[in-house]
T-cell receptor, first 110, second 114 residues
Framework: QKEVEQDPGPLSVPEGAIVSLNCTYS??????FMWYRQYSRKGPELLMY????GNKEDGRFTAQVDKSSKYISLFIRDSQPSDSATYLC??????????FGSGTQLTVLP | KAGVTQTPRYLIKTRGQQVTLSCSPI?????VSWYQQTPGQGLQFLFE???????NKGNFPGRFSGRQFSNSRSEMNVSTLELGDSALYLC?????????????FGPGTRLLVL
């Protein structure tokens, strides 16, 4: 079983929809949680970073962490075609490296 | 601030050859990590360097090695290339300060082994 599970999709939504992306994890040592966006043939771009349970909002993006359930989510409001990308969850504990989910491919249709 | 830069961006090699990839971190960042990204395995951690010392290593064979220079720039080397080494190699830099655990990625070097 992988330490981080993420639904690979693909996920296709109409413009303006609310998108929900999710990851579950098994390692209780994970303390820091991140969401990255990766456009085709580009490096991952950091979207959100949080280290506590609860919600964190940044513009149209909301990151949610539930450590008791080992579950994290990223919500995108008013989705735009420019949001079409692969979204990767990542997390780390005391070790230096990030452990990534497999990524969810999102397409927002105009 | 300039972002993480990686050179070259694209590379084609043949089996058995070796390759060296370069990464320049964000100014002031002392930690550099390397990841391999493939469609089948996703993003996998290779190793991390901090102050010219390897602090952490992933589960890759010894053919994969790296180093960091005093200016924090890093190189990774892959010897005796295999077809399965074809991948996007990503470098990420981090301030590596308590409470600043985020890593910022470069555009990657796409390696094709024929």
């Amino acid at each position: 079983q992988k330490e981080v599970e993420q639904d690979p999709g693909p996920l296709s939504v109409p413009e303006g929809a609310i998108v929900s992306l999710n990851c579950t994890y098994s390692n209780s040592a994970f303390q820091y949680f991140m969401w990255y966006r990766q456009y085709s043939r580009k490096g991952p771009e950091l979207l959100m970073y949080t280290y506590s349970s609860g919600n964190k909002e940044d513009g149209r993006f909301t990151a949610q962490v539930d450590k008791s359930s080992k579950y994290i989510s990223l919500f995108i409001r008013d989705s735009q075609p420019s949001d079409s990308a692969t979204y990767l969850c990542a997390m780390k504990g005391s070790a230096r490296q990030l452990t990534f989910g497999s990524g969810t491919q999102l397409t927002v249709l105009p | 601030k300039a972002g993480v830069t990686q050179t070259p961006r694209y590379l084609i090699k043949t089996r058995g050859q070796q390759v060296t990839l370069s990464c320049s971190p964000i100014s002031g960042h002392r930690s550099v990590s390397w990841y391999q990204q493939t469609p089948g395995q996703g993003l996998q951690f290779l190793f991390e360097y901090f102050s010219e010392t390897q602090r952490n290593k992933g589960n890759f064979p010894g053919r994969f090695s790296g180093r960091q220079f005093s200016n924090s720039r890093s190189e990774m080397n892959v010897s005796t290339l295999e077809l399965g080494d074809s991948a996007l190699y990503l470098c990420a830099s981090s301030p590596a300060l308590l409470g600043q655990e985020t890593q910022y990625f470069g555009p990657g070097t796409r390696l094709l082994v024929l």
